[in-house]
């Protein structure tokens, strides 16, 4: 399957949550969000999400953590706006619904054809060169071609680096505790960049797990994690 | 006049702009919508063989899509793939909110769309063209598109009214505009 | 039934046979010649825009002669003046990189191609071939375009070495085979 075909036949993160939230019958709130946070979080570590949507998937899992944390302990101030993922959600739905629409149409089959062509080679071709064509043209337009390339080469490098990224932690974290025994996720976080940044290592933390490399304890609820070494 | 457009769009083929419909019946272009308003009521009937389909500053002559089975048998057209969820939903908000950028796009789909967005123009069911207020490119979409649809008109689309002018809609893309993390 | 036959004729874009028509009707060949007798009355009127011509056991829908230099004027606009930046572009891709497909090209230019390559087609800038390898339409430039640049060989464009054979292009081409879902 090309590089495409796999992107567009995966589910957004906020399909995801919609799914989730509609599975369990509630209304698009913060206290529903921070209902299924747990199930996301499962999600995200069963499913192959592909690397290219990891950084959305995993930015909607920071929002969602934090929507969470403030509904455990409402002393956690969330930022300026609460009611953001809430209402971003909303609106998906009402596009998801829009989508139907386009579905249920584009599926009918009610076709309005083109009037039919004869092949083009077929057809009297009269030579007529444009103006504004000449070598040097042709070398621009291609140099623009070139150039306007680039972000989409970029896109594919961008996205191999972050599936390095969660794999290069989780080897990371592996090798730190075959030196030491026990650490806790703010050791591992300690240097983190961005939030990105420390929920990539939060996920790798996961994966560890499940592989049962690692065995995590937290005492209290948003307690220090710790991860202890399983020999 | 009608049967002067009729003609120059029967022998074009293709979508033709305002523009040069205008220049070629030497009339000014301001005056065409008005006149194409007119054609529109008179051709695209029931059980017309042809419907003239607006869209975008450009005008086509196409089959009437009631008879889009029988017709399918002659033409050589193509018809377009299956479309998975992720292409209806953006194809969704580009048709119902458009002209849109790719910023809200993502906005509402909550992912990257940058590869959708090309696959769709790939495929020629939507139109990319720069916009000078918003200094970055807007998406449209495509007459081919519409004829798929075999609707005559975007705003023909089921509840078009609602999600393409809607309020809530209005103030829930206001609200959803996310600081970045 | 008569418009049934005109959305046919429209979309077949060329002469049907009785047989043929009264095939896709389910009616008996028998009763054609008197519906399409009734229909050239009721189409070919002095103003009407389109023209049912039955020919030798044959129909085809045409654009009024009345119209001839209009018509004639449609497709002179359509092959004159100056190139789009998007047929520029195209162009410029099937220089440097020809042979090419048209899955090639809109690769490397992220949009559909079907009408600008049948345009360039028109003017006789470019040639299409069948290539045996691709089992697709391959293009290239005509010998009379490279005659009006004045170079004897394509591979005498300014950095032909290097876009022809630049490697990231090279390997987003190689996803261009993978048909299309």
């Known amino acids: 399957m090309s590089f495409e075909a796999k992107l567009d036949a995966f589910s957004g993160p906020l399909q995801i949550l919609l799914e989730l939230i509609e599975n369990k019958e509630l209304e698009i709130t913060n206290v529903s969000l921070a209902k299924v946070t747990d199930d996301y979080l499962v999600y995200l570590e069963k499913q192959?999400?592909?690397?290219?949507?990891?950084?959305?998937?995993?930015?909607?899992?920071?929002?969602?953590?934090?929507?969470?944390?403030?509904?455990?302990?409402?002393?956690?101030?969330?930022?300026?706006?609460?009611?953001?993922?809430?209402?971003?959600?909303?609106?998906?739905?009402?596009?998801?619904?829009?989508?139907?629409?386009?579905?249920?149409?584009?599926?009918?089959?009610?076709?309005?054809?083109?009037?039919?062509?004869?092949?083009a080679v077929t057809e009297e071709i009269i030579f007529a060169p444009p103006s504004n064509v000449s070598i040097q043209s042709l070398q621009i337009a291609f140099l623009y071609l070139m150039k306007r390339l680039e972000p989409f080469?970029?896109?594919?490098?961008?996205?191999?680096?972050?599936?390095?990224?969660?794999?290069?932690?989780?080897?990371?974290?592996?090798?730190?505790?075959?030196?030491?025994?026990?650490?806790?996720?703010?050791?591992?976080?300690?240097?983190?960049?961005s939030k990105l940044d420390v929920v990539v290592s939060f996920l790798a933390l996961l994966e560890l797990?499940?592989?049962?490399?690692?065995?995590?304890?937290?005492?209290?609820?948003?307690?220090?994690?710790?991860?202890k070494r399983v020999d | 006049?009608?049967?002067?457009?009729?003609?120059?769009?029967?022998?074009?083929?293709?979508?033709?702009?305002?523009?040069?419909?205008?220049?070629?019946?030497?009339?000014?272009?301001?005056?065409?919508?008005?006149v194409l308003d007119r054609l529109v009521k008179e051709y695209n009937t029931k059980s017309s063989a042809l419907?003239?389909?607006?869209?975008?500053?450009?005008?086509?002559?196409?089959?009437n899509p009631a008879y889009a089975e029988l017709v399918s048998q002659v033409s050589k057209e193509e018809v377009s793939g299956e479309l998975t969820r992720p292409q209806l939903e953006t194809l969704a908000i580009i048709c119902y909110r458009a002209p849109v950028t790719k910023p809200e796009i993502e906005q509402i789909r909550g992912v990257n769309c940058s590869l959708i967005i090309r696959n769709l123009l790939m495929r020629?069911?939507?139109?990319?063209?720069?916009?000078?207020?918003?200094?970055?490119?807007?998406?449209?979409?495509?007459?081919?598109?519409l004829?798929?649809?075999?609707?005559?008109?975007?705003?023909?689309?089921?509840?078009?009214?609602?999600?393409?002018?809607?309020?809530?809609?209005?103030?829930?893309?206001?609200?959803?505009s996310v600081p970045e993390v």
């Open chain 2, 147 to 176: 004829r798929h649809l075999g609707i005559g008109a975007i705003t023909k689309l089921p509840d078009y009214t609602h999600f393409h002018a809607d309020e809530r809609i209005g103030k829930l893309l206001t609200e959803a």
């Open chain 1, 153 to 193: 080469f970029a896109l594919r490098q961008v996205s191999m680096q972050k599936v390095v990224s969660v794999q290069e932690r989780i080897k990371h974290i592996h090798e730190a505790l075959k030196a030491r025994a026990m650490m806790t996720f703010r050791d591992i976080t300690a240097g983190a960049q």
């Open chain 1, 209 to 227: 797990t499940k592989q049962r490399l690692v065995k995590v304890v937290q005492g209290v609820a948003f307690g220090e994690i710790e991860l």
């Open chain 1, 48 to 119: 192959d999400v592909p690397s290219e949507e990891l950084a959305d998937f995993l930015t909607i899992a920071a929002r969602l953590i934090l929507i969470k944390s403030h509904a455990l302990l409402p002393e956690i101030k969330l930022e300026e706006d609460a009611d953001a993922l809430a209402s971003q959600l909303k609106l998906y739905k009402e596009f998801v619904t829009a989508a139907e629409h386009l579905e249920r149409i584009y599926g009918e089959g009610r076709i309005s054809f083109a009037r039919g062509r004869t092949p």
């Open chain 2, 51 to 63: 419907y003239v389909l607006v869209h975008d500053g450009s005008v086509q002559l196409v089959s």
């Open chain 2, 1 to 34: 006049m009608n049967e002067k457009i009729i003609a120059i769009l029967f022998s074009s083929g293709k979508a033709v702009s305002v523009k040069m419909l205008a220049k070629l019946l030497e009339a000014s272009a301001s005056d065409i919508p008005a």
């Open chain 2, 124 to 145: 020629g069911l939507i139109e990319e063209r720069d916009d000078m207020a918003k200094l970055q490119p807007v998406y449209t979409a495509s007459i081919d598109f």
